[in-house]
């Protein structure tokens, strides 16, 4: 039972482009958004969070979405950059009281931005 | 300076013998964790440990043994190593218990059984 899912395994843009990253969740609970990137042998990288009371957040060039009714969030990149290249995985975590904040994490999305 | 550093980086083994993977964080985090990324590259978790308490065990079989000497230090002890448990394991760790502000991964121990 799969509750964060990420069904495009992998996305090829052109540099400059918009990257559109695309995750759904079932839980109703999950309050707490991230999204993380990895790159080849190395750990996961946090990039962005948002809280379940923003629909949006943006930092530079990465923005993330969140639609509540549809449990859907997105993550775009504008404009992406070759080093963009890389593993995206989205995660939620449930905070509230009695919860213990663990991450759920997708099984992420292949990006390759063509130079 | 590695935040979170997992030793050993590769470990090649055969079934049945017991081994054991080391995570060290020098951020002062108070969470560290463990999770699996399996073939089918889910990240999934194994436990969590906050100030050398276990705070999640997620259904994992007794072969696996985590161990917190102290709150910079999570150790994975797995006996009777299986042909399942070729995996990436990844060590974590966080500011809080609830994860406000992310998690710190170290790079990844790649298991494989043999």
């Known amino acids: 039972d799969q509750q964060v899912k990420q069904n495009s395994p992998s996305l090829s843009v052109q540099e400059g482009r918009i990257s559109i990253l695309n995750c759904d969740y079932t839980n109703s609970m999950f309050d707490y958004f991230l999204w993380y990137k990895k790159y080849p042998a190395e750990g996961p990288t946090f990039l962005i969070s948002?809280?379940?009371?923003?629909d949006k957040n943006e930092d530079g060039r990465f923005t993330v979405f969140l639609n509540k009714s549809a449990k859907h969030l997105s993550l775009h990149i504008v404009p992406s950059q070759p080093g963009d290249s890389a593993v995206y995985f989205c995660?939620?975590?449930?905070?509230?009281?009695?919860?213990?904040?663990?991450?759920?994490f997708g099984q992420g999305t292949t990006l390759q931005v063509k130079p | 300076d590695t935040a979170v550093s997992q030793t050993p980086k590769y470990l090649v083994t055969q079934m049945g013998n017991d081994k054991s993977i080391k995570c060290e964080q020098n951020l002062g985090h108070d969470t560290m964790y463990w999770y699996k990324q399996d073939s089918k590259k889910f990240l999934k978790i194994m436990f969590s440990y906050n100030n050398k308490e276990l705070i999640i065990n997620e259904t994992v079989p007794n072969r696996f043994s985590p161990k917190s000497p102290d709150k910079a230090h999570l150790n994975l002890h797995i006996n009777s190593l299986e042909l399942g448990d070729s995996a990436v394991y990844f060590c974590a760790s966080s500011q809080d218990q609830q994860g406000y502000v992310g998690y710190t991964f170290g790079s990844g121990t790649r298991l494989t059984v043999v």
């Open positions: 948002i809280s379940s009371i923003k």
């Open positions: 995660a939620a975590s449930a905070r509230g009281s009695g919860n213990t904040g663990k991450l759920i």
